[in-house]
């Protein structure tokens, strides 16, 4: 997917790490089945340095929140999500 960084990775809720090749196997669509719509919602950006900013913001997938963190970086072909990390939301 061209809008992950070659170095992407992430920190699971799990606590485990998913690289590029990883999350690539394991989020690409399966086809013919239906793909389950997220809600996204308190979107904020912040430039951290030129060419580098923090996107975060709360998911919800049917019912499963999470605030979510993803540092974005720019690169000669574009942004690319260089880091992602989820962290689910208990019961407020």
């Known amino acids: 997917m061209e809008l992950l960084d070659p170095e992407f990775f992430e920190f699971g809720a799990s606590g485990q790490r998913w690289d590029r090749t990883t999350i690539l196997s394991t989020t690409t669509p399966v086809p013919g089945e239906p793909v389950k719509p997220v809600a996204v ?29 993803s540092l974005w970086r720019r690169n000669p072909e574009g942004w690319r999500l260089y880091f992602h990390q989820g962290t689910p939301i208990g019961s407020e």
């Not at 912040?46 to 997938?61: I, N, R």
């Open 41 to 69: 919602s308190d979107l904020h950006g912040t430039l951290l340095a030129p060419g580098l900013v923090q996107v975060t913001y709360v998911s919800d997938e049917s019912g499963r929140r999470a605030r979510r963190s």
